[in-house]
């Protein structure tokens, strides 16, 4: 079953190694607010900002570009660094929005990415609130292929909030993003997405 | 603290000018997640209380020296509307009353935010009075509290605040404007839901031992009260689970 998390409340023993949690007093406790599901042992958080891990996909936008290296603002509490790739022929320029990888991850929680792809100009950049991200892929991505396919876009999602959208529906994929962040926590939210999406077809 | 030459009897027959008896909160009313451009936020009505706490971050530390490379760190402001009061506040911005509400606060949420995982960067609490009414201190730590939940802030726990007060010589729990001009001696106290460690506690005038005890257990009582309201604010934000 399925419940709603505050921190401080307390979770089973066996949640000590999880994220989120952590032990307070001797007792296992949730440090967010999220939602526990009891069956699969797992804790989805619903606010926060996000964490930088190695493998992580990104959507970023050059803020500045050195000699070396470009500083990405990604929307986390410091910049990312992106090491100049010499042998690719995109050189960066300030305001361009990339995606990326995350390869490595600085002392100072400063992620670094080595090669990044530009951004199509024409496309729009919505900023969704890190802890949504993952109910806008869906399992397995499939909400994100649903919207692709009803909405004929090209949807890049960066975990760390970014997501670049172009093609057609430009509109419709905005809004489903938009419905998608505001009723996060609620089931059954693939279908609903459809249901959304045909309607404004119609 | 008022003249006590025209001090009015603040207790009737066991009853408090509002009607309150000693152990009784004023009506608390609290609303999560009311800003949109914060990344989390509260508004909380206690008695003719009014106040709006917002949290940002984590965020880059500005100015970059104030960074810790192991922590993130708090940065608080409280502050009251020029308008707040029936006598002047913030016309000219922060005094030292401000200040130091501002510093004990953040000391407060320093012991329950989880500072080390978001190093080198800051999280921003502004509470914001906009009518007061005695006990704001405890008012807005109960706002910055649900506010810093509903931004997704790591913490090892929630924290409510309260205060209380020796009144006529009588000891009252969240003491309003009038009663705490003219008390003998007002205590506010920052307290952990689970495990009720007090993480702030002040007083100004003379409260003995035992009295300090009565008002702690009076807290604890009251602050059942204040607990399940910010469990409900925050239950509120995520309805239809």
Request: proline content about 4%; overall charge neutral.
């Amino acid at each position: 079953m399925k419940k709603i998390i505050l921190p401080g409340d307390a979770l089973p023993d066996d949640l000590a190694v999880a994220h989120y949690t952590c032990i307070n007093n001797g007792s296992v406790v949730s440090k967010v607010v999220g939602v526990y599901d009891d069956e699969r042992k797992e804790i989805v958080p619903l606010e926060g900002a996000w964490h930088p891990r190695v493998g992580s996909s990104i959507v970023g936008i050059i803020a500045s570009v050195g000699r070396n290296t470009c500083s990405i603002d990604l929307k986390h509490s410091s910049y990312g660094i992106l090491v100049n790739d010499k042998m690719s022929r995109y050189s960066p320029k300030v305001g361009d929005v990339i995606e990326s990888v995350v390869r490595s991850i600085e002392r100072k929680n400063v992620p670094v990415m080595d090669r990044a792809r530009l951004i199509d100009g024409s496309s729009w950049l919505v900023y969704v609130k890190p802890s949504k991200i993952p109910r806008v892929l869906g399992r397995n991505n499939s909400m994100l292929k649903q919207i692709e396919e009803l909405t004929q876009t090209r949807i890049i999602v960066g975990l760390n909030g970014f997501v670049a959208i172009s093609g057609k529906g430009i509109n419709p994929a905005v809004a489903s993003i938009r419905k998608i962040e505001s009723e996060a926590h609620t089931s059954g939210l693939t279908d609903k997405i459809k249901d959304m999406l045909l309607s404004m077809k119609e | 603290m008022a003249s006590k030459i025209n001090k009015p009897k603040l207790i009737h027959d066991g009853k408090r000018l509002d009607g309150r008896g000693p152990d009784e909160l004023r009506e608390i009313k609290i609303e999560a997640g009311i800003l949109k451009n914060a990344n989390g936020s509260a508004y909380l009505e206690w008695g003719k209380n009014r106040i709006i706490a917002a949290v940002y971050g984590p965020k880059e530390v500005m100015p970059k020296h104030f960074a810790d490379p192991n922590a993130a760190i708090i940065k608080c402001r409280y502050s009251m509307a020029p308008f707040s009061s029936l006598e002047e506040h913030g016309r000219s911005g922060q005094n030292r009353r401000a200040v130091e509400i501002s510093k004990v606060i953040k000391e407060v949420f320093e012991n329950v935010v989880v500072l080390n995982e978001y190093p080198n960067s800051e999280i921003d609490i502004f509470m914001e009075v906009l009518q007061s009414d005695g006990s704001t201190r405890a008012a807005c730590i109960n706002a910055a509290a649900v506010a810093l939940a509903s931004a997704g802030i790591p913490m090892k726990d929630m924290v409510y605040g309260v205060s209380v007060g020796k009144v006529d010589g009588e000891i009252c729990v969240d003491v309003d404007m009038l009663e705490d001009n003219y008390s003998d001696a007002d205590m506010p106290l920052a307290i952990s839901h689970r495990d009720d460690r007090i993480l702030l506690l002040q007083m100004d005038g003379d409260m003995s031992n035992e009295e300090i005890g009565r008002g702690f257990d009076m807290a604890v009582e009251a602050g059942k009260k204040i607990r399940e309201l910010q469990r409900e604010a925050l239950l509120a934000m995520y309805k239809g689970v």
